[in-house]
């Protein structure tokens, strides 16, 4: 067995000490809800009624606890969202897969899928990280019945899989898999869609060939194929133990695709309180989890976003993890992968280098991993870097691949693109914030330049397109945090601070706002904590002050006197917003806590 690197091994320890009093709470809640809570044996006659009256041939098996287990789908179909529309016919697919093992199952409940493609930039993507607490109730709704004594969570996209892993958590004793769709076959080569939208900023093509280029990037069913919060989330889930082997990247409606989700359903049936290899998902999701989660994402170059979610996560599974964490990890873990926007390859072709299980077993290799999880399948992690396959009708699971298939997109750790993961803490006098520097150049990394100073990013376009900004500057954007206005992405200004970089300048974004998995090549402190709303320093940076930005020396700073700055008045924020439902999320905006800890009112009520 190979020795976990002591940088691991430290960062595992500290989060485990940390976490040493929420975590025994958390594991004493799921015992008695285990032994006394809520379940159909308990269940009245009228309650149980209700609950099979319309279960059609599963109802007698339902009724007279004749089956192996009830499995509850909870389920984030819609078929606006391309990665969420082929799971419209899964449900009853899922219902023959448990019948094959002595099986029921149920649609427990749905939740919203919102896709932050359409609200990109948009009002709508106000609601888009308050969305996942949103799944995360709605999960918890579904569950709350007592008629179920496993999860299928179906769901794959940025907030989503995030909110069903929270809400299914508070009923960590149930036995739960995540089940994925896959990504759509491959479109517009990306770095093809980036020239386009970078000509549209400068005005040098119009709508219909930006429209033309987009509509052949994102063209049928399936995730979105670059490396974003949608993939990186299946990443996590992998790294978890979370999904079958090999799940995450086979394209949607094909037949190794219903092979794997059969075998999945078959598995939650062997892995039930009844039997003799009960593995419910609040002992899955431990401490060695969540560290797997986070080195993954290093090492993958996976999605910002996920700096805030998987504190979120390990919240609701009584473990305390921060970025002084994720910074420790990244300084040890090598990039690995190359995946657009850090590339120029997308998922597919990652998946065809050797993907997940390569990832899986080269970092195991290398002492980056916890082997000894518990996790839905096999007896380690090592179980899961193993690729499915079809050998005439079988299902098969082959061990990774020796080498990866393309050294532009996949490397072992001993040869890396990076020596470090790519997500670094900077701070100074203007708080906490995450700099991604996967994607940005090494020369580019340190920037000390004026600020220019916005409240919305509307307004950086409108600079922008008047010639304001042609000049070295770092773009400052407040009054985005969760508190302000939901933490929208700020991905828009992507393409034009782009242009302004690519024209020779030095350029930098610094944001209380959130960015994305498609962040790119633009230096930028983003999730930047204590937010501009309450009294954040960034609510006092003015126009014309130096800010330095070091991903380097882990600094961000505003290179003002201290009691200069303290003094000064701090900006007055934008009045609450209306429109497009937004106001009916005011006291999630009021509630919420800081990114650091996951922007969740939901949870911070609830004293998690």
């Known amino acids: 067995m190979t020795e976990l690197h002591p940088e691991v091994a430290a960062v595992t320890e500290r ?21 006394a809570g809520v379940r159909r044996g308990k269940l009245a006659c009228g309650n149980l009624a209700h609950g099979f009256a319309a279960s059609g041939e599963d109802k007698a098996a339902i009724r007279d606890e004749r089956t192996v287990m009830n499995i509850g789908i909870v389920t984030a179909y819609n078929d606006m969202l391309s990665a969420h529309q082929p799971y419209g016919r899964y449900p009853d697919q899922i219902k023959l897969f448990a019948r094959e093992r002595g099986a029921t199952a149920q649609v427990a409940g749905g939740t919203p899928a919102m896709c932050d493609g359409v609200t990109q930039g948009q009002t709508g993507m106000e609601l888009s990280l308050f969305s996942r607490d949103t799944i995360a109730l709605s999960a918890a709704v579904g569950l709350s019945h007592g008629m179920f004594d496993g999860a299928a969570l179906l769901g794959i996209c940025d907030k989503i899989v995030p909110g069903l892993l929270i809400g299914a958590l508070r009923f960590g004793h149930l036995p739960t898999i995540l089940i994925p769709a896959g990504p759509m076959p491959s479109g517009l080569a990306n770095k093809e869609k980036q020239r386009i939208r970078q000509l549209y900023a400068e005005g040098k093509v119009g709508r219909a060939e930006l429209l033309e280029s987009e509509s052949a990037s994102y063209h049928a069913a399936g995730t979105c194929t670059f490396y974003g919060t949608a993939n990186s989330n299946q990443m996590m889930m992998d790294m978890m133990g979370l999904h079958m082997p090999g799940a995450s990247f086979i394209n949607p409606g094909t037949k190794l695709r219903q ?15 009844a039997g003799n290899d009960y593995r419910p998902l609040g002992l899955c999701v431990d401490e060695k989890a969540i560290v797997n989660a986070a080195v993954g994402l290093l090492a993958t170059g996976g999605s910002t976003n996920h700096a805030i979610h998987l504190p979120a996560i390990a919240r609701a599974a009584g473990i305390v993890i921060d970025w002084e964490d994720i910074d420790r990890l990244s300084s040890a873990v090598p990039l690995i992968a190359r995946v657009y926007p850090n590339g120029a390859g997308d998922v597919n072709h990652f998946h065809a280098a050797g993907g997940m299980s390569f990832v899986m077993a080269a970092l195991l290799d ?28 079988e299902l098969v699971f082959e061990d990774a691949v020796a080498e990866s298939l393309d050294d532009t997109m996949l490397r072992r750790p001993a040869a890396p693109f990076q020596p ?20 940005v150049e090494e020369q580019r990394r340190t920037i000390e330049a004026p600020a220019r100073v916005f409240s919305d990013q509307d307004e950086v376009l409108k600079a922008f397109k008047a010639g304001e900004l042609e000049r070295d500057v770092v773009v400052v954007v407040r009054f985005q945090g969760p508190k302000a206005n939901g933490m929208p992405e700020l991905h828009k200004l992507t393409p034009p601070l782009g242009v302004l970089q690519d024209r020779g300048h030095k350029v930098a974004l610094v944001t209380d706002g959130r960015m ?38 882990g600094l961000l700073e505003v290179l003002v006197d201290a009691a200069e700055l303290a003094a000064r008045p701090e900006a007055e924020a934008p009045g609450p917003a209306q429109g497009t439902g937004r106001e009916l999320f005011a006291f999630m905006r009021q509630g919420a806590d800081t990114a650091e800890r996951g922007a969740s009112a939901m949870l911070a009520a609830a004293g998690l």
Do not use: W
């Not at 059969?262 to 039930?272: K, M, N, S």
């Not at 997500?423 to 914030?433: E, I, P, Q, S, T």
């Open 516 to 553: 994305s998995g498609a962040s790119g090549k633009v230096p930028a402190a983003i999730h930047l904590s204590p937010e501009a709303l309450g009294g954040g320093p960034i609510a006092r940076i003015r126009d014309g002050d130096i800010v330095r930005l070091s991903a380097a020396d």
């Open 420 to 439: 470090d993961g790519g997500m670094r803490l900077v701070k100074g006098n203007l708080g906490r914030a995450t700099f991604k520097t996967s994607a």
């Open 15 to 35: 989060v485990v000490a940390r976490s040493r009093g929420t975590r025994r709470a958390y594991l004493d809640l799921i015992a008695r809800e285990r032994e």
């Open 259 to 273: 092979a794997v989700t059969r075998a999945a359903i078959h598995r939650l049936t062997e892995i039930g309180c």
């Open 366 to 393: 290398a002492g980056m991993l916890h082997d000894d999880i518990l996790t839905v399948a096999g007896q380690s992690l090592r179980d899961h870097a193993r690729d499915p396959k079809l050998v005439g009708e």
